[in-house]
């Protein structure tokens, strides 16, 4: 249990994975020993610069939402990765750690073996899926050693194929940048490209906004961000009431806490910019040790914030259009008579701004409103319908918040439900297939989805 405990640990810190497999790459390609230790170190720092930048962003969330939820009288259900992971840890702790390892072996062998070659560093999302396939195989009626094997499969297979599925939008975000997605909301992503591509025509890049020279300074990220927070925090503050916000303040004036929260928010954005820089910047070359040594051609997956930099405007417009989408959700779930799923602000930063991202590149700034605002629907209903998939373990409290997370426990939740043990296997061979066909209808050395000629 020791050794599985610190095995868990590792392999859920991306930081520590990133420079891990920064590591093996120079050394693959025969570094001289101090570029080793730099080269490890710079993902190792980045992602935690990115880590700090993500804390500063979330914990300055939580308090704007406290404020949300009193100052318009909402109560419901707030998704939240962490929360349920925690709840379900002390009900699947081991069998989580045990696929969360088998699945990590079986991304490795896949990305080997097939032109899968997608390699997912995204530690604590491989986490979090580990959590979800448990609670989910565990409802469907498996145990044991058979559990840990079919759920590290569907884990390591779901983390080299969801990167290939959108890679097309992937090198179209990052003007061809070898770098694929790895984040468990990447169907909602790479759905709203797909709506960008719709919808945009030739509307221009978010990035292409014309400021006018007066207003120049909203180019400067860090303060359009900061300006946009204050609004939000002062509305929340302004609804909440004083004397309410002073509980969360401190006793400080409610105001001057708004206005700091919103400063302090666009704080974090700038250090997960300056994260995000330092990681490309070690990891993308050592991963070419990787790429020709280990797994040729391996292409590294890595967390939707690495993205934010491409498009900084973007990020802000798919955060608003998202929680726009998520608000509007959040009704229709109560007119229904659903279960009311309250806009988790954390999900639709990273997730609205992802989106937003991805919309961009395919439908300028079209895209990137109705792409997002798509998304922040999804991210309302989607975890309303998985609740009752994992209800049955007590988490109805709480439910994960990312797309993909919702349709995979969804999808092995009814078949489950329907077919019982024997269709989960039936999906496991359904992924078999998807995983060799590429191998046989176009052989080739490259990853699938990662040039021209697929």
């Known amino acids: 249990m020791g050794?599985?405990?610190?095995?868990?640990?590792?392999?859920?810190?991306?930081?520590?994975?990133?420079?891990?497999?920064?590591?093996?790459?120079?050394?693959?390609?025969?570094?001289p020993g101090h570029k080793v230790l730099t080269g490890t170190l710079g993902p190792i720092l980045g992602y935690l610069m990115l880590s700090a930048g993500a804390n500063v962003i979330s914990s300055n969330l939580e308090p704007l939402s406290k404020m949300?939820?009193?100052?318009?009288?909402?109560?419901?259900?707030?998704?939240?990765?962490?929360?349920?992971?925690?709840?379900?840890?002390?009900?699947?702790?081991?069998?989580?750690?045990?696929?969360?390892?088998?699945?990590?072996l079986f991304n490795l062998l896949i990305a080997r073996v097939t032109r899968y070659k997608y390699v997912f560093l995204t530690g604590h999302h491989s986490f979090f899926m580990a959590c979800l396939?448990?609670?989910?195989?565990?409802?469907?009626?498996?145990?044991?050693?058979?559990?840990?094997?079919?759920?590290?499969?569907f884990l390591g297979a779901w983390s080299a194929i969801s990167p290939a599925i959108g890679q097309?939008?992937?090198?179209?975000v990052t003007d061809g940048d070898e770098v694929a997605l790895g984040h468990f909301g990447s169907l909602g992503y790479y759905l709203s490209a797909l709506i960008g591509k719709?919808?945009?025509?030739?509307?221009?890049?978010?990035?292409?906004?014309?400021?006018?020279?007066?207003?120049?300074?909203?180019?400067?990220?860090?303060?359009?961000?900061?300006?946009?927070?204050?609004?939000?925090?002062?509305?929340a503050a302004i609804a909440a009431g004083g004397d309410y916000v002073s509980t969360l303040s401190d006793g400080k004036s409610p105001y001057i806490f708004a206005?700091?929260?919103?400063?302090?928010?666009?704080?974090?954005?700038?250090?997960?910019?300056?994260?995000?820089?330092?990681?490309?910047?070690?990891?993308?070359?050592?991963?070419?040790?990787?790429?020709?040594?280990?797994?040729?051609?391996?292409?590294?997956?890595?967390?939707?914030?690495?993205?934010?930099?491409y498009a900084p405007t973007a990020v802000i417009i798919g955060f608003v259009s998202s929680f726009v989408g998520g608000l509007i959700g959040m009704f229709v779930l109560g007119i229904a008579g659903g279960v009311l799923i309250i806009p988790g602000l954390v999900p639709h930063f990273f997730c609205g701004a992802t989106a937003g991202i991805f919309g961009n590149a395919t439908g300028g700034r079209r895209g990137a409103v109705v792409g997002a605002f798509?998304?922040?629907?999804?991210?309302?209903?989607?975890?309303?319908?998985?609740?009752p998939v994992l209800g049955a373990l007590g988490f109805s409290n709480t439910t994960f918040g990312d797309v993909d997370f919702a349709i995979i426990g969804l999808a092995l939740g009814k078949v489950g439900d329907m077919i019982g043990t024997g269709g989960i296997?039936?999906?496991?061979?359904?992924?078999?297939?998807?995983?060799?066909?590429?191998?046989?209808?176009?052989?080739s050395k490259v990853a699938v989805n990662n040039s021209e000629e697929d």
């Not at 259900?77 to 990590?104: C, F, H, K, R, Y």
Request: hydrophobic share 55%; aromatic share 8%.
């Open 374 to 387: 798509v998304n922040g629907l999804l991210l309302a209903f989607l975890p309303a319908l998985l609740l």
């Open 425 to 443: 296997y039936g999906l496991a061979g359904i992924l078999v297939i998807v995983l060799a066909l590429p191998s046989i209808l176009r052989p």
């Open 259 to 309: 206005v700091l929260s919103g400063l302090q928010f666009a704080v974090g954005v700038a250090i997960v910019y300056a994260g995000v820089r330092m990681i490309l910047a070690d990891l993308i070359p050592a991963f070419q040790g990787i790429a020709t040594k280990l797994i040729p051609n391996a292409v590294p997956a890595v967390d939707c914030a690495v993205f934010f930099p």
């Open 3 to 31: 050794f599985l405990e610190f095995l868990k640990d590792m392999l859920s810190e991306p930081a520590i994975l990133m420079g891990l497999v920064a590591m093996v790459g120079l050394i693959a390609l025969k570094s």
């Open 198 to 235: 719709a919808v945009g025509g030739k509307s221009a890049s978010t990035e292409d906004i014309k400021v006018p020279e007066k207003y120049s300074f909203l180019r400067n990220t860090t303060i359009s961000t900061g300006l946009t927070m204050i609004v939000f925090y002062l509305i």
């Open 68 to 104: 949300i939820e009193k100052g318009f009288h909402i109560k419901g259900v707030v998704p939240n990765n962490e929360a349920i992971t925690s709840v379900a840890q002390d009900l699947l702790g081991v069998e989580t750690m045990s696929i969360l390892v088998v699945g990590l």
């Open 168 to 172: 097309r939008f992937t090198l179209k």
């Open 133 to 153: 396939l448990s609670a989910v195989l565990g409802a469907t009626g498996f145990s044991g050693w058979q559990m840990v094997v079919v759920g590290g499969f």
